[in-house]
């Protein structure tokens, strides 16, 4: 065979190649996400995260705070498991930046921008396996929060509880996404993790009410996202008024999956 007959026949492969469609983004991303959850379940430090860290910042701010609350005339139970999902869920996304930072240090990126597979799948993979690491970690945290008094007013409000937790989940993932492509150097990432997560997560109405912070910071920690998402969980949680804190929630956090997801296609599209 001549050079002619192999690039006719490698031009007639490459027409078989099936790259794009939403049938073969599905599947490619399913593929990956098995494998991430294989490299998953066979990690030490993720198991124990899993299960313990939810548990350890649950019990610490609830003996910290809750008889403090309590003065201002709050359920600190009812008050602290959303923010607590929420910091877990961080820590989930977190874990999915180093994954994906050692992908590009070992090149297994750059292989898989060379196979025949949707360009979308590594994104997608790597979140679908996130989210089952994010369900695991909810279930936990709230069993082990009903030992302690914590109730759901309805089923419906647990389903909306995990809904809109998945949500927050997949947007704090495509975030770390983009913070991995840029920085790319697993220990870079692993060290500079916390810039992102600690501001957004203190700095909110989640451990704590608006009135409790500098007047001058107050319309900063009322309108951020983690403030909104925790709002409108707890009032999931508790029955009371959902409109407001779930429509802003809703807002900021599809405004930032889209954007996240555009910028991290197109960084992975220049992974080299």
Request: positive net charge; hydrophobic residues 55%; charged residues 10%.
């Amino acid at each position: 065979m001549n050079s002619a007959d192999f690039r006719s026949k490698a031009q007639s492969l490459v027409k078989l190649r099936h790259e794009s469609g939403i049938n073969r983004a599905i599947s490619d991303s399913l593929l990956i996400a098995w494998r991430n959850l294989i490299r998953l379940s066979r990690t030490p430090a993720v198991i124990v995260s899993v299960l313990l860290f939810p548990i350890l910042f649950f019990s610490g701010f609830l003996l910290a705070f809750e008889r403090l609350m309590s003065f201002q005339g709050i359920d600190y139970v009812q008050y602290l498991v959303p923010i607590i999902t929420l910091q877990a869920m961080f820590f989930t996304a977190m874990g999915s930046a180093v994954t994906l930072a050692k992908d590009i240090k070992t090149g297994m990126l750059q292989r898989c921008r060379a196979m025949p597979i949707s360009r979308a799948a590594v994104l997608g993979g790597l979140i679908l396996a996130y989210l089952v690491r994010a369900i695991a970690a909810t279930i936990i945290l709230l069993t082990f929060a009903h030992l302690y008094g914590f109730r759901f007013q309805t089923f419906i409000a647990v389903l909306g509880y995990l809904a809109l937790t998945l949500l927050f989940t997949t947007t704090a993932v495509a975030g770390y996404a983009v913070f991995a492509l840029v920085l790319r150097q697993p220990d870079l990432v692993n060290s500079l993790l916390i810039v992102p997560y600690a501001p957004l997560l203190l700095l909110s109405t989640g451990f704590s009410p608006a009135e409790n912070f500098p007047q001058w910071l107050q319309p900063i920690v009322q309108v951020q996202p983690v403030s909104y998402t925790a709002a409108a969980l707890r009032a999931l949680v508790n029955g009371t008024e959902l409109l407001v804190p779930l429509f802003w929630s809703l807002v900021w956090l599809i405004g930032l999956l889209v954007a996240f997801g555009l910028i991290a296609v197109r960084l992975y599209q220049r992974v080299s």
